[in-house]
């Protein structure tokens, strides 16, 4: 999937994100919440996030 997006968007920066809770699918809440609670997040997304905002100057972006 990255690699078609790169053919595309040569210079576009991803950061994947935690798991989405959606409507209709409450059969994954536990699941869904389970992940986003480990390591996941705190090991992996914030410091992609971090990165990404460090590398391109978007701290005027935060909240």
Known sequence: MFDAFH???PDA???IMSGLLLPGRAEYLDLTLTINEK???NE???P???QV???NGF???RK
């Open 13 to 15: 920066k991803f950061v």
């Open 44 to 46: 992996s997304i914030k």
């Open 7 to 9: 053919k595309q968007m």
């Open 48 to 50: 992609a996030i971090e």
């Open 53 to 55: 905002i460090k590398e």
């Open 59 to 61: 701290d005027s972006l």
């Open 39 to 41: 390591c996941w997040y």
